[in-house]
């Protein structure tokens, strides 16, 4: 299961119906679209569990948000107010992993229980482009299995050419595979700069080495 959450701010009342009218018109399969939660921070602690007390292990200012969640990609699709970099923390709990979103001074929650996590992997932008067939980020797309609703991985197959509003392709691409509760397999896409790698990788390796694919 992956939970989300924004705080409450203007122009977010009409959610419940925005989003009810949105899936109710999409096709429910296994490939990608799953209808998800909108929660309350608390939940989330709910549950994948709290941060730690004294030490909170976290990768914060390190990663932007590229897609993979549904109810958040819609909502951005929607408002013309975010941000084209929208800055992505990774937290540590005990029972998951929580991802936070933020576009200006709102926050947005997703997580991804442990046991529904099934790998991590960091992939460089012309190895994707070059070796789309031995990619996982790459046979995903080729296959059909990975939406692109914000336009944000078309970069990939046409030759990293930068974005409409001059944001260039990013350097890394930090994708998340697990499956929801129906066993179905999803993505959440991040991505890095060069000069964040080894923190990055660092943080994956000490905290995430089991799920992480060098």
């Known amino acids: 299961m992956i939970l989300t959450k924004v705080k409450a701010g203007a122009g977010f009342s009409s959610y419940s119906h925005f989003f009810v009218d949105k899936f109710e018109k999409c096709i429910i399969n296994c490939n990608y679209v799953t209808l998800m939660q909108l929660l309350e921070k608390n939940e989330i602690a709910q549950m994948i569990g709290n941060l730690g007390l004294f030490h909170q292990v976290k990768l914060m200012n390190k990663l932007s948000y590229i897609s993979g969640v549904e109810p958040f990609d819609r909502l951005v699709q929607e408002k013309k107010t975010f941000s084209p970099k929208l800055t992505t923390n990774l937290l540590m709990r005990k ?12 926050q947005f929650y997703a997580a991804i229980p442990f046991q529904n996590l099934n790998d991590i992997v960091l992939e460089d932008k012309e190895q994707i482009l070059l070796r789309k067939e031995r990619s996982v980020l790459g046979k995903a797309m080729l296959r059909g299995n990975l939406l692109d609703p914000l336009g944000r991985l078309q970069n990939i197959f046409t ?13 890394l ?38 799920y992480y694919k060098v």
């Open 159 to 171: 030759d990293l050419i930068p974005h409409k509003g001059g944001i260039k392709a990013p350097d």
């Open 95 to 106: 029972g998951g992993l929580e991802i936070q979103i933020s576009n200006g001074s709102q």
């Open 173 to 210: 691409y930090l994708s998340f595979s697990f499956q929801d509760d129906n066993n179905c397999n999803r993505m959440i896409i991040l991505s890095c700069m060069y000069k964040n790698k080894l923190h990055v990788s660092n943080f994956l390796c000490s905290h995430l080495c089991e």
